[in-house]
Every structure is written in C-alpha cells, then in structure tokens.
C-alpha cells in the first residue's frame, strides 16, 4: 500500500484466491455471490465463488477480454480474437451483439460497460490487428443502443478500459500506449459525446503495467490499473494513491454483497482487497434491487 490511501483501503493486503493462470482479466461479480473472469491468452471463462475454486465455463472465447451484464443480465463479452462482442443469454446461446461498424469488420473490442438506458460502451483497439487485415483505420469508441444500432463515439489513439462517473454523464477512458493517460468524455442525453478532456495523466518511471481496466466508487474516485498497481484519483483527477499487489493487475471490479471487495485480475492469479468505500453498482443490479 502507498499514499495516501488510509480513507479508502481497508485490509491491509490483498489475498490471492486463485492461481495458475496465464493472463486473467474480464473481471465482473455476479449478485448472486460469484465472481467471472478470463484467462485472456488460454481463451478460457470462468466462475469463482469466494472460498471455491475456478470453474470453467466456457473454452474457445476467442480470446475474451472485457465483460459486463446488460439491463437483463445477460453477459457481454469482448472477443478480441474472435473481433467482436457477443451476448450471452441465460441458455448460454452466444449471439453477435456487433463485429462490423459501417460494414466494416471490427478491429479487437477489448472492454465494455453498460448504461442504465441500456445502451453498451466497447473499446475497440487497433494496434495488435496487422495492418493488412485492419478494415477500419482508426481505434475507437463504439455505442449499441437498444436498438442495436451502432455508432461511433470517438477515435482515439488506443482505448482500453472505461468505466462511467455515478451520474453516467462522463465516461472515463484509459488510453494505454504511447501517450498514458485517462480521457473524460462528456456524455450527452442521446448518448452520444459532447466534449472530452484529459482526466489524469499516468506517465510513470514504472514499467511494469499500463493504463487498462477501471471501475468507480459511488463517491467518484476512479480506479484504473495501471504503472506499479492500481491507481486511484478523486473526482477531480487528483492522484490519490497507488493500490500495491504482489502482481501487477489488468483489471479490476468491485463485488461482495456490500461491493467492498476488490477483484484484481493479476496475470497469473486473482486477488481480492477489501475497501470502506463501495464500488458504483452495475445497472442491473439496481434493478434486481441488490
């Protein structure tokens, strides 16, 4: 632990759950009382009830990356391999939620978010895509109202994980190469942007890790991996501290039934840390009134 961080962090190490793995991400809780993860290199998915060990769920996720639940809890699921993000339904038949933009195959969708109208937010990176079989040039940002229509947010240099302020009226970006650094893009009524500003600057001596997953808390503080560990801003951008685990994580969600509980997504392990301060819930999980 470092910094000051006294106000939020509460145990006083994280305790590793699972091990094993090759590069776990995609972490997500499930009211229900369990946790989904990948392993993203092994294109594995997976369930881990607090105390249990892993369950497979599926094999050949295409590389899954990203998760979330939309409004009817069904999973969403980025498939970076695959190029597309999916849904699956509660008789675990998979569907196309999108793979092409304009007509145009997608390049890697790496992360998702959900909003309380419904509509999914993914990340759609460029970069590891060879240039040859890239049918969209730029990296972006992708809406799907409940329509399922598509639309482009944003272009960005190389967008990762997001996650949305309380109020859903900015939606915070990791951009993970070259320049690291956190976008806010103010979100309008219809959904779409209206402006958008750095957050927070993540440049660091640290080499290991990157800017990648984030989550928020219901008071705004924003928690997004990254250089050394998971660093944590307050509403206004302010760094307040870096979260320190014995792996440097991927990706991050709050979970337990009060979601005080933090779940790294750590490489080769999971994790979990509890916090004083509850993460934001999912949308869903308000409707199911947990």
């Known amino acids: 632990m470092a910094d000051n961080l006294s106000a939020i962090v509460e145990s006083s190490e994280a305790e590793r759950l699972a091990t094993g793995f090759v590069f776990t991400e ?170 958008r500003r750095i957050f927070a600057d993540m440049s660091s001596d640290e080499t290991d890790g990157v800017p990648d997953g984030m989550k928020v808390d219901v008071q705004g503080r924003v928690y997004c991996t990254g250089p050394g560990g998971t660093w944590v801003f307050a509403p206004d951008g302010t760094r307040l501290g870096i979260i320190r685990t014995p792996e440097v994580p991927a990706n991050l969600a709050f979970g337990g039934p009060d979601l005080r509980t933090l779940f790294f997504t750590a490489r080769t392990s999971v994790y979990s840390l509890r916090v004083k301060v509850p993460g934001q819930p999912h949308p869903w999980y308000r409707l199911r009134g947990r």
């Not at 972490?27 to 369950?55: A, I, N, Q």
């Not at 590891?128 to 229509?149: F, K, M």
């Not at 893009?185 to 219809?190: F, P, Q, T």
């Open 26 to 195: 995609g972490p997500l809780w499930h009211p229900d009382g369990f946790y989904y993860f990948v392993d993203v290199r092994k294109s594995m998915f997976y369930r881990l009830t607090p105390g249990g060990k892993p369950e497979v769920l599926r094999e050949n996720t295409g590389e899954g990356n990203g998760t979330t639940f939309d409004l009817q809890g069904r999973l969403i699921m980025c498939e970076g391999g695959n190029r597309r993000v999916t849904r699956t339904g509660a008789d675990g038949k998979i569907e196309v939620l999108c793979d092409r933009f304009e007509g145009k195959r997608l390049n890697r969708p790496n992360d998702v978010v959900c909003r309380s109208d419904g509509s999914i937010y993914f990340t759609d990176p460029g970069l590891r895509v060879p240039l040859a079989q890239r049918e969209l040039p730029y990296a972006a940002i992708y809406r799907v109202d409940q329509s399922g229509a598509v639309s482009m947010l944003a272009d960005f240099e190389y967008p990762n994980g997001l996650a949305f302020s309380p109020d859903e009226r900015t939606l915070y970006v990791a951009n993970t190469r070259w320049a690291q650094y956190i976008h806010a893009l103010e979100i309008g009524a219809d959904g779409a942007m209206v402006r």
